[in-house]
């Protein structure tokens, strides 16, 4: 399923997705979540040493938070390995003249096909670190996620943790999950009342999701927990991050239907600001 889209939307939106990269990427509140010796704090860029620690791959880099995060890398003397998934994305790219092959302005480009393990171990060799901040895509808004989406995530997810622990230059891993991994738990159907403090301990209850069909926030459960379980026992460094509703500039130009289907997906959302 795609959406249809004139010349002109299509150029408003490369000149927008331009200047996202040349500003400071949006961010919105969320929540960190990490644990075990090999799940450790990302280290700050600054605090990697030698020229041979400064290429890292970044999944789903066309996206808002993609584009955020390749921005900071690039500010902080990263090289960066942008894997993309199809030819759209690439061609999206080229026409903001800003990527290509040849690595211009540190970043370069490679496909990548998140539920292929020998593609992905070909985008991460040689890289430092992997952000994935790759997910699917909904046009239609949350409510066009469904069951099945949510079980591919899951196993996209496990396919780039293990596709790390395989490739031998790897060492950390930054994972992009969502607070909606974090927040639906059974006694919210009780009182009605959200957890005040959420940490690494709080995981949105999936058999809440399924009777309530939430996909989207079963997906992003899943996708951490499958991630998580690949990384278990291995010498990868894991971090998750779970943001919740992220926004900046040009954000809702780029991506109406989704930002609005998120804040119309009940009152709860927006009385605990998610």
């Known amino acids: 399923m795609g959406v249809l889209r004139s010349t002109q939307s299509l150029e408003a939106e490369v000149e927008e997705m331009r200047a996202a990269l ?17 799940a450790k704090r990302v280290a700050r860029p ?44 690439l061609d999206k790219l080229r026409e903001m003249e800003m990527f290509g092959e040849n690595g211009r302005d540190g970043v370069w480009t490679v496909m990548a096909n998140v539920m292929d393990p020998v593609s992905l171990h ?22 066009g996620y469904t069951k099945h989406m949510a079980r591919l995530e899951a196993k996209a997810a496990e396919l780039v943790v293990e596709a790390c622990v395989r490739t031998e230059s790897v ?27 959420i940490d690494e301990n709080c995981w949105s209850d999936e058999s809440l999701c399924y009777d309530d069909k939430l996909w989207f926030s079963l997906g992003k459960t899943m996708a951490e927990k ?22 900046g ?23 605990i600001n998610i």
């Open 249 to 271: 500039p040009g954000f809702r130009r780029r991506n109406p239907t989704p930002s609005i289907a998120y804040l119309k997906v009940s009152s709860a959302v927006l009385q």
């Open 46 to 89: 600054e605090e990697a040493a030698g020229a041979e620690a400064r290429t890292v791959c970044v999944t789903g880099g066309t996206s808002f938070v993609g584009f955020a995060v390749v921005d900071r890398l690039l500010r902080h003397g990263y090289n960066v390995r942008l894997a993309l998934e199809t030819q759209e994305d």
């Open 122 to 143: 070909e985008a991460f060799d040689g890289c430092v670190g992997v952000f994935h901040t790759s997910s699917l895509v909904d046009p239609g808004g949350i409510s």
């Open 171 to 197: 060492r950390k891993c930054v994972f992009t999950s969502s607070l909606l991994a974090c927040v639906w738990r059974q006694n919210y159907t009780r009182d009605r009342r959200f957890p005040t403090t």
């Open 226 to 247: 499958a991630a998580w379980r690949a990384a278990r026992g291995t010498d990868l460094k894991l971090v998750t991050m779970c943001p919740a509703l992220v926004t």
């Open 22 to 38: 040349l500003l400071h990427g949006g961010a919105g509140f969320g929540a960190r979540r990490s644990g075990g010796a090999a």
